[in-house]
């Protein structure tokens, strides 16, 4: 594609259009260490199209993937198994080239996909309803606090310690400019989630109580106990869920009493695929539909009795008025919804049982393969497929050592918390039912040689 730059005349029309200085005006929301001083060292202005592939591929060649060695890394985002039907039924013309329907009821087909897609998120978390998607299970968090704001007229919102890093920040970005208000717990590497201190937390100011399940150390919180402590004090539970294969075996958050529930759908039918796209998740009760972010799809008759689907609630800005929107969303991950529901379908529930039962038996046997590791002590009492282990060296240093032996030996807590460095000897480890025994034999034996 051409590319037709602007002139600086074309520049100081725009900028005068919108009464900014300059460029830099545009950026004062941004931290000034975030901010490059100039140009990218090293980065050439400009270079041939047979230039950049090869240089592209010469890096790319450096990397080792999940697919090229023992992996074991989590954090929210996991490697499963998916069937290539997934990609191949995503790949047809009429699902591959569809964007957001303006024209929703000509769209029958993107309607029954994403109405099929909604039914499934809201039996797996075990709610009313569920909508059509959003960007990512960090961007969804948000957008529940927000809505549990709308709800209760109130601004705080107390946040678990368990809550992935990235998810909290995510949100306290938003609530910077929202004007709420987060009572975020520290993290803490203990074998019990941090139950207690967030009901302490709760008060009669507090809007919602947003708590991961299972948490980024994988333990397994006490949802009911904390439901029914924020809706003592009038606020509503959100649970978070990062890794949708657990709930193969362990009780849906909304039949323990969360009001809302969001997650990360990348486990199913998306894959890594290097960060991104990924695949937000929202369910909730009922009670809050015209609350709800996004976009939600129903089921009716037309005028002649046949069965359709219509865009039954979109109260996001680019359909009405800004001040009546819920959300800024503009679009939903539709691919990626998709290749969830058709992953989802070909498991079953009997399937996505079996291999939530797999991954939580190649999990118990990496634990206790570590275990019998000098100076290696696990935290959790209980886990599904994710656990953490105390190391006697800096679990980063840990890490890069067992990269260079061809093992990829899970994520260190720091990477999520730079700023803690009583968290610096924590390791988070994941495995699935793509972990083979060979693999947990490699990280064993490889873990045993770096720290000897």
Same mark, same amino acid.
């Given at each position: 594609?051409?590319?037709?730059?602007? =002139?600086?005349?074309? &520049?100081?029309?725009?900028?005068?259009?919108?009464?900014?200085?300059?460029?830099?005006?545009?950026?004062?929301?941004?931290?000034?260490?975030?901010?490059?001083?100039?140009?990218?060292?090293?980065?050439?202005?400009?270079?041939?199209?047979?230039?950049?592939?090869?240089?592209?591929?010469?890096?790319?060649?450096?990397?080792?993937?999940?697919?090229?060695?023992?992996?074991?890394?989590?954090?929210?985002?996991?490697?499963?198994?998916?069937?290539?039907?997934?990609?191949?039924?995503?790949?047809?013309?009429?699902?591959?080239?569809?964007?957001?329907?303006?024209?929703?009821?000509?769209?029958?087909?993107? *309607?029954?996909?994403?109405?099929?897609?909604? %039914?499934?998120?809201?039996?797996?978390?075990?709610?009313?309803?569920? $909508?059509?998607?959003?960007?990512?299970?960090?961007?969804?968090?948000?957008?529940?606090?927000?809505?549990? =704001?709308?709800? %209760?007229?109130?601004?705080?919102?107390?946040?678990?310690?368990?809550?992935?890093?990235?998810?909290?920040?995510?949100?306290?970005?938003?609530?910077?400019?929202?004007?709420?208000?987060?009572? @975020?717990?520290?993290?803490?590497?203990? @074998?019990?989630?941090?139950?207690?201190?967030?009901?302490?937390?709760?008060?009669?100011?507090?809007?919602?109580?947003?708590?991961?399940?299972?948490?980024?150390?994988?333990?397994?919180?006490?949802?009911?106990?904390?439901?029914?402590?924020?809706?003592?004090?009038?606020? #509503?539970?959100?649970?978070?869920?990062?890794?949708?294969?657990? *709930?193969?075996?362990?009780?849906?958050?909304?039949?323990?009493?969360?009001?809302?529930?969001?997650?990360?759908?990348?486990?199913?039918?998306?894959?890594?695929?290097?960060?991104?796209?990924?695949?937000?998740?929202?369910?909730?009760?009922?009670?809050?539909?015209?609350?709800?972010?996004?976009?939600?799809?129903?089921?009716?008759?037309?005028?002649?009795?046949? &069965?359709?689907?219509?865009?039954?609630?979109? @109260?996001?800005?680019?359909?009405?008025?800004?001040?009546?929107? @819920?959300? $800024?969303?503009?679009? $939903?991950?539709?691919?990626?919804?998709? /290749?969830?529901?058709?992953?989802?379908?070909?498991?079953?529930?009997?399937?996505?049982? &079996?291999?939530?039962?797999?991954?939580?038996?190649?999990?118990?046997? =990496?634990?206790? &393969?570590?275990?019998?590791?000098?100076?290696?002590?696990?935290? $959790?009492?209980?886990?599904?497929?994710?656990? /953490?282990?105390?190391?006697?060296?800096?679990?980063?240093?840990?890490?890069?050592?067992?990269?260079?032996?061809?093992?990829?030996?899970?994520?260190?807590?720091?990477?999520?918390?730079?700023?803690?460095?009583?968290?610096?000897?924590?390791?988070?480890?994941?495995? %699935?039912?793509? =972990?083979?025994?060979?693999?947990?034999?490699?990280?064993?034996?490889? #873990?045993?040689?770096?720290?000897?």
């Amino acid at each position: 594609m051409r590319t037709l730059p602007l =002139t600086e005349a074309d &520049r100081a029309a725009m900028l005068g259009a919108i009464g900014a200085g300059s460029i830099d005006d545009l950026f004062v929301d941004v931290p000034a260490d975030a901010l490059l001083p100039g140009p990218i060292p090293g980065l050439p202005f400009h270079a041939s199209e047979r230039a950049v592939e090869r240089h592209m591929a010469a890096l790319s060649a450096r990397a080792l993937t999940a697919d090229d060695a023992p992996f074991f890394c989590g954090a929210g985002a996991y490697r499963h198994h998916v069937p290539a039907s997934v990609d191949h039924l995503i790949q047809r013309g009429e699902f591959l080239t569809a964007y957001t329907p303006y024209q929703p009821e000509i769209a029958q087909g993107t *309607l029954q996909v994403l109405f099929e897609f909604q %039914t499934q998120v809201a039996r797996l978390f075990g709610c009313d309803l569920a $909508n059509a998607s959003l960007y990512d299970g960090s961007t969804a968090c948000w957008e529940a606090i927000a809505m549990a =704001t709308r709800v %209760t007229k109130r601004s705080r919102a107390v946040l678990s310690g368990g809550l992935h890093p990235h998810y909290a920040e995510t949100a306290a970005t938003m609530a910077r400019f929202a004007g709420d208000s987060l009572v @975020t717990l520290p993290p803490r590497a203990e @074998t019990d989630s941090d139950d207690a201190a967030v009901i302490a937390a709760i008060d009669g100011e507090t809007a919602a109580v947003v708590v991961q399940y299972p948490d980024v150390l994988g333990r397994i919180p006490d949802l009911a106990a904390i439901a029914e402590a924020a809706h003592a004090m009038g606020a #509503l539970l959100i649970a978070v869920v990062t890794e949708p294969v657990a *709930l193969g075996l362990i009780e849906s958050p909304g039949t323990l009493g969360a009001d809302v529930v969001v997650g990360e759908g990348q486990a199913l039918g998306v894959g890594l695929q290097f960060g991104g796209p990924y695949l937000g998740l929202f369910a909730c009760s009922a009670k809050f539909v015209r609350q709800m972010p996004g976009r939600l799809c129903g089921e009716t008759l037309d005028a002649d009795g046949r &069965r359709g689907f219509v865009l039954t609630l979109s @109260t996001r800005e680019q359909h009405i008025r800004r001040e009546k929107a @819920t959300s $800024n969303i503009c679009t $939903n991950s539709g691919l990626c919804a998709l /290749a969830f529901s058709i992953h989802l379908t070909l498991l079953g529930g009997g399937g996505l049982m &079996r291999m939530a039962e797999l991954s939580h038996a190649r999990a118990v046997a =990496t634990a206790r &393969r570590l275990e019998a590791i000098p100076g290696v002590s696990l935290i $959790n009492r209980v886990w599904f497929n994710e656990f /953490a282990v105390h190391l006697p060296r800096p679990a980063a240093d840990v890490v890069e050592a067992l990269a260079a032996r061809g093992v990829l030996g899970g994520v260190p807590l720091s990477r999520l918390c730079p700023d803690r460095a009583d968290l610096a000897d924590v390791l988070l480890i994941a495995a %699935t039912e793509c =972990t083979d025994p060979a693999d947990i034999a490699a990280l064993g034996s490889a #873990l045993e040689e770096v720290l000897a």
